[in-house]
């Protein structure tokens, strides 16, 4: 069976990647998410992925994150939208580390879960998954988790899991925007 390093984003997007994925590979988890704020939030998504990690019965792996690296590439990016050009630099990132740490290991392929989110750019991570696994000679498993109903299925998984759900991607800037939507929601009832 081969070996294959599952980029984790979150605890409730890996519970359907592990399910379609448990019976054709050798799984390890692996949480590396330098983008996360603030550090109680990044410690409560990583101990969901380690409770996930007993209940699914996968292996798992955590990296301390480079948040200064991670903040480096993206801060000058603060004002991109969501999906846009901080988010790519943001993802491209994490694949790369997941790469580098993919060959590290003996893992023969890699992928994300987050391509479970209706809220990420499918294509642009796949394009950056093939690229990074010619650079390190791996091979990029291009699956849509969100697919097939996927995405519905991570929601009922975590439901019976009684997961944590986030509700932003993570970084500063997403949480912002987030902040920005319920303050502009609530200003809006009041004037009703």
């Not at 990690?53 to 991109?80: I, N, T, V």
Request: neutral net charge.
């Amino acid at each position: 069976m081969h070996k294959l390093l599952l980029h984790i984003c979150c605890a409730p997007d890996a519970t359907v990647a592990i399910e379609r994925l448990r019976e054709r590979y050798d799984i390890t988890g692996y949480f590396y998410n330098p983008n996360i704020e603030p550090v109680t939030e990044y410690a409560l998504r990583e101990g969901e992925v380690r409770r996930l990690a007993g209940l699914q019965g996968f292996k798992h792996r955590e990296e301390p994150s480079s948040h200064e690296e991670w903040y480096e590439a993206c801060s000058p990016l603060a004002s991109e939208p969501e999906r846009g050009a901080r988010c790519r630099v943001c993802i491209s990132h994490r694949l790369k580390v997941t790469a580098i740490r993919a060959a590290d290991y003996g893992c023969t392929h890699f992928t994300t879960t987050l391509t479970t989110s209706p809220h990420k750019d499918v294509e642009f991570i796949h394009a950056m998954g093939d690229t990074l696994a010619k650079e390190f000679g791996l091979i990029y498993l291009p699956e849509t988790f969100r697919s097939q109903d996927g995405f519905r299925r991570s929601l009922a998984l975590s439901r019976e899991f009684d997961l944590y759900r986030q509700n932003y991607c993570g970084c500063r800037w997403s949480r912002h925007t987030l902040d920005m939507a319920v303050h502009n929601e609530l200003k809006n009832l009041a004037k009703k």
